[in-house]
């Protein structure tokens, strides 16, 4: 059993940084791989990046890479998505999930077995 919230969202210029934050309250919380998935206004909710159990396989999804950073603390029970060089098209709820069994890096998020509620992130023009 987990439960997760996100924070760190907000607004931001474009070429600009956030650090988001997924703190989970479950004690098993290393034996979940973890994800950040985004959801824009009238879109799909669609994945972002992935990281392992141990933080040793990280994944993104093509428009993030290079910008992104997926990273966990197992000790203080935390994801984060380091997100810089922002640009309008990042706008969007970012939820954080976690997954029991494998890692899911693509599509909507079915799969994942537990969410977050998200945290807005606009990104100004």
């Known amino acids: 059993q987990v439960q997760l919230v996100e924070s760190g969202g907000g607004l931001v210029q474009a070429g600009g940084s956030l650090r988001l934050s997924c703190a989970a309250s479950?004690?098993?919380?290393?034996?979940?791989?973890m994800a950040w998935f985004r959801q824009a206004p009238g879109k799909e909710r669609e994945f972002v990046a992935a990281i392992s159990r141990n933080g040793g396989s990280t994944y993104y999804t093509d428009s993030v890479k290079g910008r992104f950073t997926i990273s966990r603390d197992n000790a203080k029970n935390t994801v984060y998505l380091s997100m810089n060089s922002l640009k309008p098209e990042d706008t969007a709820v970012y939820y954080c999930a976690a997954s029991r069994d494998v890692l899911r890096i693509y599509g909507t998020g079915s799969g994942y077995d537990y969410w977050g509620q998200g945290t807005q992130v606009t990104v100004s023009s």
């Open positions: 479950g004690r098993t919380f290393s034996s979940y791989g």
